[in-house]
């Protein structure tokens, strides 16, 4: 997961052990998601924000947001991640 953070991202957290202690703690349901869907990918303003719908380790659902960003070499790095609750429970 390190490797495709951004740079910013990269430099903020120093280390990959670090950054998947953050993942870890702070976004279980797509750490241990028990299922993902990509969604939509939308641009705007140089960014694009790729939909995922995840099903977490609870069997709760939620909808993470992912902001990625264009590298000067052309490749997308993520730049950022916030969940949203998910409105359906897996049975």
Sequence with gaps: AFSFASP???????????????????YGAVYHSRSI???????GDGTVVQEVDVIGPDGIGARAFYLMEQERDGSWRINGVSLAPGSEKET
């Design 37 to 43: 869907d990509f969604g939509a990918a939308r641009r």
């Design 8 to 26: 910013a991202l990269q430099r903020q957290f120093g280390s990959p052990e670090r950054f998947m202690r953050m993942v870890e703690t702070g």
